[in-house]
C-alpha cells in the first residue's frame, strides 16, 4: 500500500499571501497524483490531478508540481474561500486508492 | 453536468448490513471509461476510499474491507448498489459515491454524502 504523508498538518497563512501543501509518497506514484480540496459540511472537491492539471474550473492561482514521490500544491494569493482541509489521493498503486490525513489551511 | 446523490438509512444496527444506493445523471455506464466510487469519512477523520465499479463491470475494492463489500451497477436506473456487512461503531462515517473517468481514477464530482451511525 503507498501511504501519503501531508505536511504541515495545520497551516497558518494570511489572505492574500502564498500557501504551499506538502504530500509525500512511500513509493514512487510518476504523476499519478489528485488534490482535493473540503470545506466544512461539504464533499471534497478536485482541484489537480495528473500532478499539475488544474481540474475544469478550478483557478489559475491553484497549482501543482512534483513526480515520484514529492509534490507541492500551492496556493498563490490566497482568497477567504480557499481556507479549508486538503487532501492528496494517488492512483498508481491501487488497490488500494489512498488518501494523505489532509493539511487544515487556516486564516492566520 | 455530472450530479450524483446517496440515500439510505441514516442509523444501522451493530451486525447489520448496509446498503446504500447512488443515483447519478449526466453520464452513462454505456460509455467506455466511465466509473463510480465510494469513499467513507469518519467524523472529524481524513477520507477512506471503499470500492469501484466501472463501465464494463470490473469491480475493485479496499483490500482491508474487501470481504465486507460488495459494489453493483444497475444500468436501466443509473444507480450503482453499495454493501458493506457486519457492520460496527467504527464504520460510523459520512458515505460518498464519485464519478472517475478511466483507470486515472480521480474523483471529478461527489455526492453530497450521507451520514450513516451505527449503534443500538
Known amino acids: 500500500e503507498t501511504v501519503l504523508t501531508q505536511s504541515p498538518a495545520t497551516l497558518s497563512v494570511s489572505p492574500g499571501e502564498r500557501a504551499t501543501l506538502s504530500c509525500r509518497a512511500s513509493?514512487?506514484?510518476?504523476?499519478?497524483l489528485a488534490w482535493y480540496q473540503q470545506q466544512p459540511g461539504q464533499a471534497p472537491r478536485l482541484l489537480i490531478y495528473a500532478a499539475s492539471t488544474r481540474a475544469t474550473g478550478i483557478p489559475a492561482r491553484f497549482s501543482g508540481s512534483g513526480s515520484g514521490t514529492e509534490f507541492t500544491l500551492t496556493i498563490s494569493s490566497l482568497q477567504s474561500e480557499d481556507f479549508a482541509v486538503y487532501y492528496c489521493?494517488?492512483?498508481?498503486?491501487?488497490?488500494?486508492?489512498?488518501f494523505g490525513q489532509g493539511t487544515r489551511l487556516e486564516i492566520k | 453536468q455530472i450530479t450524483l446523490k446517496e440515500s439510505g438509512p441514516a442509523l444501522v444496527k451493530p451486525t447489520q448490513t448496509l446498503t446504500l444506493t447512488c443515483t447519478f445523471s449526466?453520464?452513462?455506464?454505456?460509455?467506455?471509461?466511465?466509473?463510480v466510487g465510494w469513499i467513507r469519512q469518519a467524523p472529524g477523520k481524513g477520507l477512506e476510499w471503499l470500492a469501484l465499479i466501472f463501465w464494463d463491470g470490473s469491480k475493485r475494492y479496499s483490500p482491508s474491507l474487501k470481504s465486507r463489500l460488495t459494489v453493483t451497477r444497475d444500468t436501466s436506473k443509473d444507480q450503482v448498489v453499495f454493501t458493506m456487512t457486519n457492520m460496527g461503531p467504527v464504520d460510523t462515517a459520512t458515505y460518498y459515491c464519485?464519478?472517475?473517468?478511466?483507470?486515472?481514477?480521480?474523483?471529478?464530482?461527489w455526492g453530497q454524502g450521507t451520514l450513516v451511525t451505527v449503534s443500538s
Open positions: 449526466g453520464f452513462s455506464f454505456s460509455a467506455t471509461g466511465e466509473g
Open positions: 489521493q494517488q492512483y498508481n498503486n491501487w488497490p488500494p486508492i489512498t
Open positions: 464519485a464519478h472517475t473517468f478511466d483507470i486515472i481514477v480521480r474523483f471529478d464530482s
Open positions: 513509493q514512487s506514484i510518476a504523476n499519478n
